[in-house]
């Protein structure tokens, strides 16, 4: 019985690993840059324990303890994923292929995250101007030399 229970079904310690983008990126495209005929089962097998952990990390760094349709069909995809790893009697083209379905979702998740940061890391959009900005342009939004002629010319 215990040979069929995988060697690497738990996940790294994320405490242990850097919520780094560059680092997880080059992971990512690490894992995918493997060739099924130059690799072994091991070293498959040690790419993917260090997928699933970088996976783990971003995940609950991006989707939080947030309760939308969204996170929970993201959490689903990552959770069936991350359960789906192959057992160590498997072929070594299903471990490779499992391989490479975590670095696709960690690519996936390094763009969210990504995204969930620029999107912080920007400034919102100018507030409306206030009624006294308004009467000092005229009644326009713009200032004077800025202010849109009239429709009919004059």
């Known amino acids: 019985m215990e040979d069929l229970v995988?060697?690497?079904r738990s996940v790294p310690d994320t405490n242990e690993l850097?919520?780094?983008v560059q680092t997880a990126k080059q992971a990512a495209d690490?894992?995918?840059?493997?060739?099924l005929g130059t690799t072994t089962r091991q070293e498959i097998d040690?790419?993917?324990a260090q997928l699933?952990?970088?996976i783990v990390l971003f995940a609950e760094e991006i989707l939080g303890q947030e309760q939308t349709t969204a996170t929970r069909a993201a959490r689903w995809e990552i959770d069936q994923l991350l359960a789906s790893t192959p057992q160590d009697?498997?072929?070594v083209f299903s471990a490779y292929q499992h391989l490479r379905d975590l670095a696709r979702m960690l690519r996936r998740l390094i763009t969210e995250y990504r995204n969930k940061t620029e999107a912080a890391v920007t400034s919102p959009l100018p507030a409306r101007p206030s009624p006294g900005a308004l009467a000092e342009n005229n009644g326009h939004c713009l200032p004077?030399?800025?202010?849109?002629?009239?429709?009919?010319?004059?």
């Not at 690490?30 to 060739?35: E, F, S």
């Not at 004077?144 to 004059?154: F, I, L, W, Y």
């Open 6 to 8: 995988p060697s690497l």
């Open 18 to 20: 850097p919520l780094d």
């Open 30 to 35: 690490g894992a995918l840059d493997l060739r």
């Open 46 to 48: 040690e790419w993917t």
């Open 52 to 54: 699933r952990g970088r």
């Open 89 to 91: 009697t498997v072929l």
């Open 144 to 154: 004077e030399h800025e202010a849109v002629p009239p429709k009919d010319g004059t």
